[in-house]
């Protein structure tokens, strides 16, 4: 193994974990109206667990992240169900338009 790719492990191996399993402990709310959403909501529904509705940015019929109420922009968990973008860089853009707590679907699955 070269230096510098043991050093990128050493980097990697000594970071703290950011994003780890999570417990839904609270009304969820699922962002992405696409293959994985779908997917998600026939999921949560088999296992009987409930969401309010779907938020997406681009599909038609549903909301838009920034239209939800802020009452849910507090009090919900928004799992996003997409997987063809940078979960970080959208997080950071959700929480900018007020979202408090953000998990990945594959964190709480």
């Not at 949560?44 to 109420?69: C, M, Q, T, W």
Request: proline letters at 6%.
């Amino acid at each position: 193994m070269s230096e510098q790719a043991e050093k990128c492990l050493k980097l990697i191996l000594d970071s703290d974990v950011e994003l780890k399993p999570r417990t839904i402990d609270k009304p969820m709310v699922l962002y992405g109206a696409g293959s994985l959403g779908k997917m998600a909501a026939e999921f949560f529904r088999y296992l009987g667990l409930p969401f309010l509705y779907v938020i997406d940015k681009n599909a038609a019929g549903v909301i838009r992240p920034n239209e939800a109420p802020e009452t849910d922009k507090k009090h919900c968990l928004l799992v996003v169900c997409v997987a063809n973008f940078p979960f970080h860089q959208l997080r950071e853009e959700l929480r900018k338009s007020g979202w408090r707590d953000i998990a990945f679907f594959y964190d709480v699955s």
